[in-house]
């Protein structure tokens, strides 16, 4: 669908009333404090863009891309305009009209494409030792690539030497009696950053009845590209996944990634495919997916009576933006860690503040990135955890940066690793 066609675009921009509420919670607001950076300045921005006032340009994308798409002021909005939908939409427009060799490389080829994902996560594993600023320096990659990649070494400094697909067979059997056929859905994420989660994962799910399958021909949730600019291509992975995903007959498809669970979400499959679309082929493929502590919690209602100490920890718990604001799960994942013998949960102040990751943002970001996960890891030290709990790799990936940063000594891990340590 064309830009200017797009519901959000052409219904929802009148709807702004320009009440600033939205101004109030942004976390990119709050740091820059000047109205382009604001989200009613995103509407303003998107609005002057569809009605040929600015020109699709490198300097427009700039100001909206200064946004966490963390739907924070989409929630809050009293018009209910999905400003982050506005925002990824412009971003796409501009992208087709100002198309970056880089971006068609990563977003387009690479990260299309599980096989050459793997291989470029194993040559950053390679290269920790040479340093990635020097590797890349050598291949000529920070010509090619969108933002900062010095700094973003900073942050992919522990990538494993094995993904989750390497541990992990397709078909992993239920122990004991069969209950449900449960579709895992891999983000690109767990697979490649935090593997550990995925075997923690299946270790659960297997313990309590399920016979999970992995498909080996899905491909990424396609968030990353929606975030830059990429609508099309993440219409081409969402109908790829679906269509793989179908074939399975799957009892319910669940993942640990509160990214991939939003992306595969009624809402974001409508703005993506398309009303019309979604009605064909994806209101039943979105209705199977279920976050895993969700599934673990309300479908499984797992067996808690055999479960071991797995602590004594000191436990506080993050809210991933795309599971708190995309899809409201808050409670879920602090009642999972509550029946875990040895686990102390303690609430941070704004647990669910972003911690600044979103994704790529804190690669392309750094600097307004890392003064967004300050202000979180001000939050988290005060709790004196010992142990940060969030279910999302992308957050863990940033807070594990913040721990690091902050010389603060805590772990981060998905609730599911601490289960996992129970049975
Ligand atoms: S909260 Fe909504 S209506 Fe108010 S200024 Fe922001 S976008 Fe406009
Ligand atoms: S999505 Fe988040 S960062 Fe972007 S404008 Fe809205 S509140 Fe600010």
């Known amino acids: 669908m064309k830009f200017k066609e797009l519901p959000s675009v052409k219904d929802q921009i009148k709807k702004c009333v320009r009440c600033g509420r939205c101004r109030t919670v942004c976390p990119i607001f709050a740091e820059i404090k000047n109205e382009t950076a604001a989200p009613r300045g995103h509407v303003f921005m998107v609005q002057m863009l569809r009605d040929g006032v600015v020109e699709p340009d490198n300097s427009v994308y700039e100001r909206l891309g200064n946004c966490l798409l963390c739907e924070t002021c989409s929630t809050f909005c009293p018009s209910g305009i999905d400003i982050h939908e506005l925002n990824a939409a412009a971003?796409?427009?501009?992208?087709e009209q100002k198309g970056s060799p880089g971006k068609h490389l990563i977003f387009d080829k690479l990260?299309?494409?599980?096989?050459?994902?793997r291989m470029s996560s194993r040559m950053m594993w390679g290269a920790q030792t040479l340093g990635l600023q020097k590797l890349?320096?050598?291949l000529g990659l920070t010509q090619l690539l969108p933002g900062d990649l010095p700094q973003a070494e900073k942050i992919l400094t522990q990538v494993p030497r094995r993904s989750a697909r390497?541990?992990?067979?397709e078909i992993n059997p239920a122990r004991g009696e069969r209950k449900l056929r449960v579709g895992y859905f891999l983000g690109c994420g767990t697979d490649l950053f935090n593997p550990e989660v995925a075997l923690a994962a299946v270790k659960v799910l297997t313990h309590n009845g399920c016979e999970v399958v992995i498909p080996r021909s899905m491909k990424c949730c396609g968030l990353p590209h929606v975030a830059n600019g990429k609508l099309?291509?993440?219409?081409?992975?969402l109908r790829h996944n679906i269509r793989e995903f179908s074939a399975l007959k799957l009892d319910y498809i669940v993942t640990d990634c509160a990214s991939c669970s939003s992306a595969l979400s009624r809402k974001n499959l409508q703005f993506v495919l398309g009303e019309e679309e979604f009605s064909r082929q994806g209101i039943h493929f979105a209705d199977q997916v279920?976050?895993?502590?969700v599934f673990l919690l309300e479908i499984l209602k797992i067996d808690t009576k055999t479960l071991k100490m797995a602590g004594p920890f000191r436990v506080t718990y993050h809210d991933p933006c795309h599971l708190a604001k995309a899809q409201n799960i808050r409670q879920q994942p602090r009642e999972l860690l509550k029946l875990i013998p040895g686990v102390e949960l303690v609430e941070m102040v704004d647990a669910d503040r972003c911690c600044g990751g979103s994704g790529t943002f804190s690669l392309t970001h750094y600097d307004l990135s890392s003064r967004v996960l300050d202000k979180k890891m001000e939050n988290i030290k005060a709790t004196e955890c010992e142990v940060v709990a969030?279910?999302?790799?992308?957050?863990?990936?940033?807070?594990?940066?913040?721990m690091a940063r902050h010389q603060?000594?805590?772990?981060?891990?998905?609730?599911?690793e601490l289960l996992a340590r129970a049975y």
């Open 408 to 416: 603060y000594p805590a772990r981060v891990l998905h609730p599911v």
């Open 290 to 293: 279920v976050d895993l502590t």
């Open 111 to 117: 990260w299309c494409n599980p096989a050459l994902l």
């Open 136 to 138: 890349a320096r050598t």
């Open 166 to 169: 390497e541990q992990l067979k």
């Open 232 to 237: 099309g291509t993440a219409r081409e992975l």
């Open 390 to 402: 969030t279910c999302c790799p992308s957050c863990t990936m940033q807070l594990q940066h913040g």
């Open 91 to 95: 971003r796409s427009y501009i992208t």
